[in-house]
């Protein structure tokens, strides 16, 4: 059984990647964008996925079920530059087989 799902990724760029994503592997969105090297390193999860910096920011722009905004990414989101009604923190959205096909671009740096 195949555990990966597809996702299609905007760097900041605006060059889309069409990659795959481990869902047996606990990891994060913030963490696939870093080990498909889709941000300039040290540029991207600089807080290491806690919801303090964002620098994870991205735009979701598929209709996928994602889990409830946390009180800290919302309240993260809340201070952080170029946010959009579709932004999240890439560090707060597990990946998981719901996810297969999932759209995002990566939000500017701030």
Excluded: W
């Excluded at 040290?42 to 009180?71: D, F, K, R, V, W």
């Amino acid at each position: 059984m195949n555990s990966d799902i597809r996702l299609k990724i905007t760097d900041r760029e605006g060059v889309l990647h069409e990659i795959q994503a481990p869902t047996d592997m606990a990891m994060n969105l913030m963490e696939v964008v870093r080990s498909y090297e889709l941000a300039e390193e040290g540029t991207i999860g600089i807080c290491g996925g806690m919801a303090m910096c964002a620098s994870c920011q991205c735009y979701i722009n598929s209709n996928h079920p994602l889990p409830e905004m946390s009180i800290d990414e919302d309240m993260m989101l809340a201070e952080a530059f170029h946010v959009e009604d579709n932004s999240r923190l890439g560090c707060q959205i597990q990946m998981t087989p719901a996810l297969d096909g999932l759209e995002v671009v990566l939000a500017p740096e701030s």
